[in-house]
């Protein structure tokens, strides 16, 4: 992809026109200009002051120049592979291709059996991690549950070495700790070979906080990834009208300004540093004071700063496919749905999302299994209509004439599968009496058996022993780090 | 203008936000000679008051709120010198010191607890964000409150609500203060664990836990 390019957008959806871009970035820039963004990170000011950015270091205040933000762009890289854990190519993060995850980091899980929720352990992340793995439009996993039967100060590598230990594909995640940051990237190195700047198989998701800040441990996180070349995914937050202004244009420039003060960051501790435009964004609910991630506007902001990323050319992030309801219900599936599809005609490359409630805080695995219907529907629709001459399929129709049928043509049997998403056993398109037959369950007890089916019938995709053997030792020793303490 | 009418007109103008009518309002009362704590009670907390009502009726937002509570804070400042102490701790109904811990620089959470709790008619010493554990120990034997509200947002900085609560162990501190915590990754059980006397789900809830914790204490 170039850089500062509107031909970049090639999106099916297209919330922004090349006027309002221009407008935005234009804004975002003054603010990093004159106000500036704060790093509340000695190493991040030192670093930036080393570079001749304006530091104050009383305030941490950092001034960032048009100059520098365009240098920074275009040192990123526009396309970034992720790789599985047996090392195949999985993720091609660039132009719009779409990959949909599980929404991450939930403290809790709707129980399957009682509907209850939960604190989840790390039985459940084992579990949720082979689900993943399992389901056709989940490309990747990602550290989904924060588990609960581990001491809370390891918890964020804990997540990532129950999932190494299980899984085989990609992974989104992240540190809770500066620390923690480095063990995770020696798991990653044990089971990439000591390769994970080279194929890296994860993605770390660092957020700054709104409005114009960043935390010491997230600035930490960044410039450790940028130093170790492992992907990092910057996810600003900001929330209309409590943490950004209210309107949804001011937001996406307070966003544009959050997310390129990352990118100069780690393009200035490695140029080619892989970065991912990413965000969190979310209006906030004047009633509740909550912020919804339903809400159709938290949709169109996301929908609309992908745009921005596009056009700065580089891989694109979202949290889409999430629901503010407390239960999988209608609620639950049509904001998904809506996030989910609307995400997709962006051309979002990582959707983060699926199967989570309760705004991000409840990981459903009946609600996964639902959205991950809903995703294969989202790819269907973005491969749109392919009319050629075999597809127009002129003779054939003159062919088969007035009156004929098409189910035995050759050309149907080449061609279903090609033109239609067939549905799981999610979807129900039965007649009524057959449904009836069958019990007359509703896609939710539907999620719920195929749930329990998938976790009976896969076993985990075990690590090798050695490496995992590696993998122990460095939670142990993290453990003993804290221990000592 | 009676007092009665001017006060009244006090309250009227805090429910409708209108922020300079409210200070030429308790100029004026001051001017022509009212006590001080009537202007608080009858005016500016009855129009708080009146305000937080018509938020639980859905009529008000998050928004009025905080210009309501904003437009009180400003007024009890300027009435500040005007008050003997003595005076202004009998009128409230308990002390409350609330800060976001150490790591963390989100307060928007925080800052909603305070304001309702100002509204409930609680002295509320907000502490701000990122408040290292030292502060609100020396803050505490500054202030002597009578509940502690600890708020940490990301699951990272609610283990120092943990260190807070051993460093009032610590320091001898523990017996003399409720210890509330809040938080979106913040659970009942979390609370429980650290030895916390409460947790509150938002702002509203907040309110309840503080005024069942001091009937306790009674």
Redesign the interface.
Known sequence: MNKFDFSNIKSKLQLLTKEDIEKIHSSAIKILEKTGIMF?NKEALKIFNENGFEVNFEKKIVKINEEAIKEAIIKAPSKIIIYDRNGKEALFLEENNVYYNPGS?A?NILDIETNNIR?PTSKDLEKFSILVDSLSYIHAQSTAL?V?DVP??I?DRYRLYIILKNAIKPIITGA??IDGLHDMIRMLNVVTDGKVHEKPIAIFDVCP?PPL?W???TSQNLIDCARYMVPAEIVPMP?S???SPVTLAGTIVQHTAEALSGVVLSQIVNPKAPIIYGGSPAI?D????TTPMGAIETIMIDCSYSLIGKYYGLPTHAYLGLSDSKIVDIQAGFESTIGIILGALTGINVISGPGMIDFE?CQSMEKLVIDNEVCGMALRLIKGMNVTEDTLAIELIEKIGPGGQFLTSKHTLEWFKKELFIPSGIIDRLERKAWIEKNQKDCIQRAKEIVRKILEENKPKRLEPEKEEELNRIIKNSIKRYEDK | MSNLILLNKIAKAVVDLNDKEVKELVEEALKIGVNPIEIIEEGLSKGLKEVGLLYEKGEYYIPHLMIAAEIFKENIEKLKPFLSTKETKSKTLGKVLIGTVKGDLHDLGKNLVAIMLSINGFEVIDLGKDVPTELFIEKIKEHNPDVLGLSALMSTTMYEQKNIIKALEDSGLRSKVKVIVGGAPVTKEWAEEIGADGYAENAIEAVKIVKNLLKKND
């Open positions: 509340d980091a403290i604190k924060i609960s809370k100060i918890s809770f700790t906080s800040m935390s010491e441990i929330l009208g409590a943490t906030f004047m009633r509740y004071g805080s």
